[in-house]
Antibody, heavy 120, light 111 residues
Framework: QITLKESGPTLVKPTQTLTLTCSFSEFALSTSGVAVGWIRQPPGKALEWLARVYWNDGKTYSPSLESRLTITKDTSKNQVVLTMTNMDPVDTATYYC????????????WGQGTLVTVSS | QSALTQPASVSASPGQSITISCTGTSSDVGSYNLVSWYQQHPGKAPKLIIYEVNKRPSGVSNRFSGSKSGNTASLTISGLQAEDEAVYYCHSYADSIDIVVFGGGTRLTVL
């Protein structure tokens, strides 16, 4: 059974950089057709894709946030790291790590999510 | 603003059936059979219930079904149960630079 778990700060100040780590098990990000990504959800609002990294090290970012995002993978550690610069209170959200099947573009496993609050 | 349009809310009584629509464009829903649906209970992570328009993951009740016509995908839940009360999101691949988009979510209330 695939598991994913997000870790990182729960509180960041405006203008700071957020770094989130997704640690996963029971799959390898080197396996063809696999991707791991980040999805966020502001309180009471809809889901929003942020970024994905693929088995072949391809990367895709949300066009509206691309300038602030960096996603990297460490296959040996089974981890994916997302950094988001210049945080703002509107970035307050639950951030989910997700395992995606590339051929069908669907997320079949989700982390529990981590709430990040941006406030001074 | 979400790229896929869903009704904000639907409601029905136990045992009834409901259908949630997800309207996109010819650049996403209309061109690809890559629509998926997720169920989210309060305080929980979303759960995959339909993928590739009409396929159910193992363990998902056959009361959930998906379909697509033109630029609109639909999720139907039959024999509503209290546990189905949740927010449902559609999701689709979209043209251009590997974009995937969510709908705005539909809150299902079981009366």
């Amino acid at each position: 059974q695939i598991t994913l778990k997000e870790s990182g700060p729960t509180l960041v100040k405006p203008t700071q950089t957020l770094t989130l780590t997704c640690s996963f098990s029971e799959f390898a990000l080197s396996t063809s057709g696999v991707a791991v990504g980040w999805i966020r959800q502001p309180p009471g609002k809809a889901l929003e894709w942020l970024a994905r990294v693929y088995w072949n090290d391809g990367k895709t970012y949300s066009p509206s946030l691309e300038s602030r995002l960096t996603i990297t993978k460490d296959t040996s550690k089974n981890q994916v790291v997302l950094t988001m610069t210049n945080m703002d209170p509107v970035d307050t959200a639950t951030y989910y790590c997700a395992h995606m099947i590339w051929s069908g573009y669907y997320v079949d496993s989700w982390g529990q999510g981590t709430l990040v609050t941006v406030s001074s | 603003q979400s790229a896929l349009t869903q009704p904000a809310s639907v409601s029905a009584s136990p045992g009834q059936s409901i259908t949630i629509s997800c309207t996109g464009t010819s650049s996403d829903v209309g061109s690809y059979n890559l629509v998926s649906w997720y169920q989210q209970h309060p305080g929980k992570a979303p759960k995959l219930i339909i993928y590739e328009v009409n396929k159910r993951p193992s363990g998902v009740s056959n009361r959930f079904s998906g379909s697509k016509s033109g630029n609109t995908a639909s999720l139907t839940i039959s024999g509503l149960q209290a546990e189905d009360e949740a927010v449902y999101y559609c999701h689709s691949y979209a043209d251009s630079i590997d974009i995937v988009v969510f709908g705005g979510g539909t809150r299902l209330t079981v009366l």
